[in-house]
């Protein structure tokens, strides 16, 4: 897959691809500009990551798995509140 879309020309960045977490689109995709990609990403990481959502995915009584969960959850809605894009999680 790396190999046709390095032909097609869709990689915008080749030396950023193996680069850690983040939500910077590195290709061009097909169906929208890799801006519209972005954003639209960003708006399911925050819905994904409101308490709302949590609190119906993750559920009680709290046991030691489910605190670990809690625990990562809250710190990526912390995350997804970024207005910037997140290309590593150093400050976090």
Not at 45 to 71: D, G, H, V
Request: proline share 5%; hydrophobic share 35%.
């Amino acid at each position: 897959m790396y190999d046709r879309m390095l032909a097609e020309g869709r990689i915008i960045h080749p030396e950023h691809i193996g680069r850690g977490p983040g939500i910077c689109c590195h290709i061009k995709p097909t169906f929208c500009s890799a801006k519209e990609l972005e954003e639209r990403v960003k708006e399911l990481y925050y819905e994904f990551y409101r308490y709302s959502s949590m609190l119906r995915r993750l559920p009680m009584p709290l046991n030691q798995a489910r605190i670990a969960s809690w625990f990562i959850n809250l710190s990526q809605r912390r995350v997804s509140r970024v207005k910037t894009a997140v290309e590593t999680f150093d400050d976090y």
